[in-house]
């Protein structure tokens, strides 16, 4: 049983070798890409569900 994990634990180390990983520009970058989108996204769903919750309670009242 511990021989498994051992090997597991070694090809492991030997795919982490082959990874490319990310500058820490290109990490940064990305990140502020995505926040800044996640927070346009939220912007829209908030304008979205505003206008249909007006336009429901035009409709119901």
Do not use: P, Q
Request: avoid cysteine.
């Amino acid at each position: 049983m511990f021989e498994k994990i051992k090997r597991f634990l070694k090809e492991v180390k030997v795919e982490l070798t082959k990874v490319t990983w990310l500058s820490k520009r290109e990490l940064l970058g990305s990140t502020v890409i995505v926040i800044i989108l996640s927070f346009i996204l939220a912007i829209f769903i908030g304008v979205v569900d505003k206008l249909l919750s007006m336009i429901m309670s035009f409709i119901l009242s």
